[in-house]
């Protein structure tokens, strides 16, 4: 997987972030936030001793950096490529950075964010909430199916994937805080809160979000 973000600011600026399914090497003197056991996830299943930095914050650090003190409303051009198709939209700073930040996070190494890694590697940019619930739902599906073909018992309910994203916003807040102190203007506090709000949907109305995808699909819903 090789995904770039190119990111060109209405000044001319242009800042570019490249995404492969393997962490970045974490370099350089590292700030303290991003220290495991500075607001480690309640359900961090790592130990300081052997990995002293969080995987997940040493990721998203550049993104970070680069956009801390931006606004996060301020419009952009983003251009995200990959080895099949590119995709351009004119969007506020925050759409695209969720964007961004969601890809990272879920190739970053973290246990509990590497259960996302196989959406990863079908990265749908500016996905929407209709979008994520429809690709969450069908990834989970196809792996229960496999399940089932493998000769175990499969979750045709989605019973799992509402617990996999309760585990996953538990990481998310923790993100949040991390990052809360270190961010000049609100971009990245937006882009974590927008990518923390799609996780809960799946959670807290699993079967809501469900019946509208049904009747945009055309199903009559059941009574």
């Known amino acids: 997987m090789n995904v770039n973000y190119d990111f060109r600011f209405q000044d001319g600026r ?24 500075h607001c480690q ?11 002293p930095y ?43 950075l969720r964007s961004l930040l969601g890809l990272k996070m879920a190739t970053s190494g973290c246990p509990v964010l590497s259960e996302l890694k196989p959406m990863a590697v079908h990265h749908l940019p500016f996905a929407n909430t209709d979008e994520f619930i429809m690709r969450s739902v069908s990834h989970y599906l196809l792996q229960q199916y496999f399940a089932k073909r493998n000769h175990r018992a499969p ?12 585990r996953l916003q538990l990481v998310n807040q ?7 102190s270190v961010c000049k203007g609100d971009s990245n506090l937006k882009a974590l809160l927008n990518f923390f709000s799609m996780a809960s949907s799946v959670s807290f109305s699993l079967e809501s979000q469900l019946r509208k995808l049904e009747a945009k699909m055309g199903g009559e819903g059941s009574e």
Not at 15 to 25: C, R
Not at 41 to 51: M, Q, Y
Request: glycine share 2%; aromatic share 8%.
């Open 14 to 37: 242009t800042v570019e972030f490249k995404v492969t399914d393997q962490p970045s090497p974490a370099s350089g003197s590292l700030p303290s936030w991003t220290k495991l056991e």
């Open 41 to 51: 996830c309640s359900n961090c299943p790592l130990k300081a001793a052997d990995t």
């Open 54 to 96: 969080c995987p997940a914050a040493t990721e998203i650090l550049p993104v970070v950096e680069a956009f801390q003190a931006e606004d996060a409303y301020q419009k952009v051009e983003v251009k995200v490529t990959d080895d099949r198709r590119s995709y351009v939209k004119q969007t506020a700073l925050e759409e695209a």
């Open 155 to 166: 979750d045709w309910d989605l019973k799992g994937l509402v617990e996999r994203n309760q």
């Open 174 to 180: 923790a993100l949040w805080q991390r990052i809360h």
